[in-house]
């Protein structure tokens, strides 16, 4: 069959190693596909115009930001967003040539990158990836008025080092140096979160919904959850998180809406089967956004850098308002349930608890450590990262079930959706298992790693915690950058390796930081817990 697309950014490309034909595994089409090429390659090219200008400006970081957030699996499927993103790209590369009295650095044609030497490719995908999950962090910061001069400096220079740099251990170090920009990212997302909602709270979330009208919210953005919230006010129109969104339940600026009732369903994966026939709303915020089928795909919605032909996309005012009344007048017309409907978790609980960020832990630190010290407390498991369609993926639902119970499970990110919903009960009233939040929540995860480290007088590593990642998408890669720039190793990545990373990189990232593939439940349980 003839090559259509090369695609393998995510953890289900087609048989491991690459999608090629008509369409991704994701649903996006080929020339979707290549369109999103196309505009990747034209970030390269506005990057190098930038370092050739010695300029940025203000529309251009936020075009590199919003470009490649617009990648990343399961956000974008119209081929329309995508071509006005690159004429909106090209048209910035220009006038910022013109300013600076210099030619345009032409485009970089992706495929170059793709008919690379095998390591070469490989380390080029680790460092575009990590940029594209990272970007998605410094999206949602810059929405909540965040921006950090460095880190764009960084983002347009590793760009540009896609069409310029070929040494393989200069294009590691730059993969590192992408960790650390994600790092970076998700601190400032942090606190632009907690500043604007407050710190989460330790919250027990139904999974109950209640009768009448309501609209499900789903991705990341918690900015877009406050205006819903706030446009639903008074209407009689409830409110359920979905997937990621399920931690906005725990921050207090948010939570105080008598109307956010509690969460909706497990995670993205699950949607075309959860989502079927259902009497509701459903707003997109970022990814993770299937093909929506025809049972419900008359009420399904996006916003910000999501989109996909045929629904309904509620943009941005110039003041940064959104009016939501469509998704609030489609969840009134379709009414919700006449009684209420008791939903579960995959191991049937009819309740989950968030909350748990670094904020919330670290003021208990002293418990933690005294139950370390006294031996009620042997271990640390950090369990998280994507959730995603795979048989495989039942191994952490097995792994978190094994643990020990003088062990302490921390999880964030959908991942957490293949146990989150157990009863794990506590040790001296500290739970044993510790929701910390989203994807970006990576950074309270380190936060509180490195809290512990400094208590025991120790390095990261010489704590006893391990730390096993489920990823699909590049929001996991950018997570794993950041800890392997941090220096933590011996990390366990499933359910399969990246189809990206070549058996010669795979090499050099085992030596270096001992990274390893999952194996089954018992095996790593035993080794993790010598």
Same mark, same amino acid.
């Given at each position: ?13 087609? *048989? ?20 999103? +090429? ?20 203000? !529309? ?5 930001? *919003? ?69 998605? @962090? ?45 790092? +970076?990212?998700? &601190? ?31 991705? !990341?953005?918690?900015? +877009? ?31 105080? @809406? ?40 008359? *009420? ?33 017309? %379709? ?12 191991? &049937? ?32 498991? %950090? ?38 919903? %157990? ?10 298992? %510790? ?5 970006? +929540? ?89």
């Amino acid at each position: 069959m003839d090559q259509k697309m090369f695609c393998y950014q995510c953890e289900q490309t087609a *048989r491991g190693v690459a999608c090629t034909g008509n369409a991704g595994v994701c649903g996006k089409p080929f020339d979707v596909a290549l369109d999103q +090429d196309e505009l990747t390659g034209a970030l390269v090219g506005l990057a190098r115009t930038c370092l050739a200008a010695g300029t940025r400006s203000s !529309h251009a970081d936020e075009l590199v930001i *919003r470009g490649l957030f617009t990648c990343i699996t399961n956000v974008n499927f119209s081929r329309e967003a995508v071509r006005a993103l690159t004429d909106e790209l090209r048209a910035e590369k220009e006038r910022l040539a013109a300013r600076a009295g210099i030619d345009p650095v032409e485009d970089l044609l992706l495929g170059q990158v793709w008919a690379d030497d095998e390591n070469t490719r490989s380390l080029k995908s680790l460092v575009l990836f990590g940029l594209r999950g990272a970007a998605a @962090y410094a999206y949602h910061a810059r929405m909540l008025g965040s921006v950090s001069d460095e880190a764009q400096q960084t983002f347009v220079r590793a760009l540009a080092a896609l069409a310029t740099e070929s040494d393989g251990a200069a294009l590691l170090d730059l993969a590192l140096e992408v960790g650390k920009l994600s790092h +970076d990212v998700m &601190g400032l997302l942090d606190a632009a979160n907690t500043g604007a909602y407050g710190n989460p709270e330790p919250t027990e979330v139904s999974l109950k919904v209640e009768r009448g009208p309501f609209v499900v919210i789903s991705g !990341h953005d918690l900015r +877009d959850l406050k205006l819903l919230l706030e446009q639903t006010e008074g209407t009689g129109v409830s409110v359920y998180t979905h997937g990621e969104m399920l931690p906005a339940n725990a921050y207090p600026g948010l939570k105080r @809406y008598p109307q956010l009732k509690g969460n909706f369903g497990t995670a993205w994966q699950n949607q075309q089967r959860e989502f079927a026939n259902v009497p509701a709303a459903f707003l997109f915020t970022t990814n993770c956004l299937m093909p929506p089928r025809p049972s419900y795909a008359d *009420r399904v919605f996006t916003t910000e850098v999501v989109s996909y032909p045929e629904l309904v996309h509620v943009p941005q005012a110039a003041d940064g308002t959104k009016d939501f009344t469509p998704v609030i007048e489609k969840a009134r017309e %379709l009414g919700g349930y006449d009684h209420d409907v008791q939903l579960t978790g995959i191991n &049937g609980g009819t309740t989950v608890t968030t909350g748990f960020a670094h904020g919330t832990v670290l003021s208990i630190a002293d418990k933690v450590i005294d139950a370390v010290r006294a031996g009620k407390i042997r271990h640390f498991f %950090l369990v998280g990262g994507c959730d995603g369609a795979k048989p495989g993926r039942t191994y952490y639902t097995e792994l978190v079930k094994r643990i020990p119970d003088d062990c302490v499970v921390l999880t964030l990110a959908c991942g957490k959706y293949r146990f989150n919903d %157990l009863d794990l009960g506590d040790i001296d009233g500290i739970p044993r298992l %510790l929701d910390v939040g989203q994807c970006n +929540d990576a950074y309270s995860a380190v936060e509180i790693a490195l809290a512990l480290a400094k208590a025991f007088d120790c390095g990261v590593n010489e704590l006893p915690l391990s730390i096993v990642l489920s990823w699909y998408e590049q929001k996991a890669v950018a997570d794993l950058l950041a800890l392997l720039y941090l220096g933590i190793t011996d990390i366990k990545l499933g359910p399969t390796l990246p189809a990206f990373v070549s058996p010669g990189v795979l090499g050099t990232l085992v030596e270096k930081f001992d990274l390893a593939p999952i194996a089954t439940p018992e095996e790593d349980l035993a080794q993790m817990l010598a």
